[in-house]
């Protein structure tokens, strides 16, 4: 009996000294969970029902901001638009061309790692880089685009100051940078198992029928994960904006994050308070599109571990 | 005549089905493979070369239709402009500096923590790490006003606090990678040396540690391209010219003056972000096995 609770305290002596170990060592993430995290979550929860310009105290607004953002602000309405012009018809195309290219480099080919890393290096080329190199492709004058046109005696197009042209425009600068998706799906492409081929070609299935009941349902773990990282990346669109349109985007290429930046950060204003509201307008309008993307996801993500028998 | 004729409609068929698919996957297949390929390669590298090429024309050279292919003489005094009239050299230097301190930041804080979350229990463990791995996804507008609100009484704007005293406090993706890869080094090997007397900080440093060099290197890596490029949080923070990094330091001058000033021309412009993309393909071509063991470690697999 005695000899039993000894052990039991010593037990619990060494249960505590991990647990104070473990906050000790999780210490620097939870420290800075509350200090970059919760706290800045928390003051500009407070922040966007202010008005506040860093100098005079914050003045209370109520629901002021809000109602401001979402009746009677053109910019933000067209900040709403363009962004989702970019999530609906950017992260669509980049995820069949990243798969697209992906089944293209799967083939054991002869000299096939070399187009693997030219496919994919353009993904590691910071933004600014690209966007510069983009603005001289894109030039109406002198770029190449514009003289691939005019070989097929096709009208020229001023890219980045046609306000029709801009978006595609971005978006094809985005796509060039296809190659971090393709990448992924490659390496899920390679972890299929031979024997479901095997098997699926002796049970008559032709190319097609392979890739659309073997390989495409295997990979729906990866189209998920690309998807919700292809959402919030499209979601946060900027540094393109803020480049290819030499920082002036007008209400054909303004994004939410670029009309907060402009809003908080911008020279002429530091309206704190009002860029709090459109962050946590923004914040609301990706957590609910993840949260349809992972709810959605039960009916189509398929995972091996959970098949029927 | 038509008996050959009837004859030959009659054999070729036969033939055809037996030769065909062999045809088709020994030959065909690979060149029509190999057609697709180079089409798209070139794609995806012209780009490349027009930068290349455009860093070494000068004005009358670039505003040439068609194009120049092989700009004649080679204009190298873009990049003389580059670093004696323009302090591209100090944007990197900045960058070297921000990019090492966060690494080394990023890489150390986050393995002290996924320790934590690989191997010691405690209670509130649970909770912590779904909350670690919301904010892999929680967009950083919704922090970045109060934040920069902070640095700003705190007199860190314009420099490279900001940018670098965060990433010592874990990032939640690198610590993430970081527990997986812990997670598959056996028990036994820290069982023992408790055994032996050591603690939990010496286990972490002496077994953990030297044992995880490949995720250990893929979170440097990670770090080091996100660093690099990064364009937003430098833009917010530093506004002169001698703390500014590369990546914005680039835009800067491509905003200010891209194309309208006789010392920053766009071809000048060319040459600096060939010099911003080179680290980048450095790092790429030496460490390419690691990159490779990133994409497996990020867990994703069909």
Not at chain 2, 41 to 54: C, D, E, S, T
Request: hydrophobic share 55%; aromatic share 16%; with cysteine.
């Amino acid at each position: 009996m005695a000899k039993l609770m000894v052990a039991r305290r010593r037990m619990g002596v060494a249960r505590r000294r991990e647990a104070v170990a473990f906050y000790l060592f999780a210490s620097p993430w939870i420290l800075g969970f509350l200090i970059w995290t919760v706290g800045p979550m928390l003051a500009s929860l407070y922040l966007s029902f202010t008005s506040y310009d860093l100098f005079s105290p914050p003045q209370w607004l109520g629901l002021q901001n809000y109602s401001d953002l979402l009746t009677s602000d053109g910019t933000f309405r067209s900040a709403i638009a363009n962004t989702f012009y970019f999530v609906v018809v950017g992260l669509p195309i980049t995820l069949v061309l990243s798969l697209a290219t992906a089944l293209l480099l799967n083939e054991r080919l002869r000299g096939i790692v070399v187009f693997r890393a030219l496919f994919y290096v353009p993904s590691l080329v910071p933004s600014v880089a690209s966007g510069v190199l983009w603005i001289s492709l894109f030039d109406p004058q002198y770029g190449v685009l514009d003289g691939i046109l005019r070989f097929f005696h096709l009208p020229s197009v001023d890219w980045l100051t046609d306000p029709n042209a801009i978006k595609p425009a971005i978006i094809i600068t985005l796509l060039w940078g296809v190659g971090s998706g393709m990448i992924i799906y490659l390496a899920g492409l390679q972890s299929v198992p031979e024997h479901l081929y095997e098997s699926a070609k002796i049970d008559g299935a032709g190319a097609i029928a392979r890739f659309w009941f073997v390989t495409l349902p295997l990979l729906t773990p990866t189209i998920l994960f690309q998807l919700v990282i292809g959402l919030i990346g499209y979601f946060q669109i900027f540094d393109q904006i803020y480049v290819l349109t030499n920082n002036r985007p007008d209400d054909s290429s303004i994004t939410f994050t670029y009309y907060l930046f402009q809003t908080a950060f911008g020279s002429e204003s530091n309206q704190m308070g009002y860029a709090s509201a459109q962050a946590w307008i923004f914040f609301v309008v990706v957590m609910v599109c993840t949260a349809i993307v992972f709810r959605s996801s039960a009916r189509w993500v398929f995972y091996e571990g959970a098949r029927n028998p | 005549m038509s008996l050959a004729d009837h004859a030959g409609a009659a054999t070729a068929p036969r033939v055809s089905v037996a030769q065909r698919p062999r045809t088709w996957r020994r030959l065909l297949r690979p060149a029509v493979l190999y057609v697709l390929l180079t089409f798209f390669g070139l794609i995806f590298g012209f780009p490349f070369y027009w930068l290349v090429i455009g860093s070494l024309k000068n004005e009358a050279q670039y505003n040439q239709f068609p194009p120049t292919w092989l700009p004649n003489p080679p204009h190298w005094s873009n990049y003389v402009t580059l670093f004696q009239a323009l302090p591209f050299g100090q944007f990197l230097v900045n960058s070297v500096i921000v990019t090492g301190f966060v690494v080394i930041g990023v890489v150390a804080s986050s393995a002290v923590v996924a320790y934590a979350f690989a191997r010691l229990r405690a209670p509130g463990r649970g909770i912590l790490f779904a909350l670690l791995l919301a904010t892999v996804i929680l967009p950083s507008q919704i922090t970045i006003v109060p934040t920069f609100i902070l640095f700003s009484k705190l007199g860190w704007l314009n420099s490279f606090k900001p940018l670098t005293i965060p990433s010592f406090f874990g990032d939640a993706f690198s610590i993430f990678l970081i527990r997986q890869f812990f997670q598959g080094i056996p028990r036994d090997l820290d069982e023992a040396a408790m055994l032996d007397g050591c603690g939990y900080g010496r286990i972490f440093w002496h077994i953990f540690v030297p044992n995880s060099w490949p995720v250990l290197a893929t979170v440097a890596i990670f770090a080091f391209i996100n660093t690099w490029s990064d364009f937003f949080t430098p833009l917010i923070y530093l506004n002169n010219f001698n703390k500014m990094t590369a990546a914005v330091g680039l835009a800067f001058l491509n905003v200010e003056h891209g194309g309208g000033s006789s010392t920053v021309t766009l071809q000048v412009m060319l040459a600096g972000s060939l010099v911003v993309i080179v680290p980048m393909l450095a790092v790429f071509i030496l460490l390419q096995r690691y990159f490779v063991k990133a994409i497996t470690l990020t867990g994703v697999k069909a």
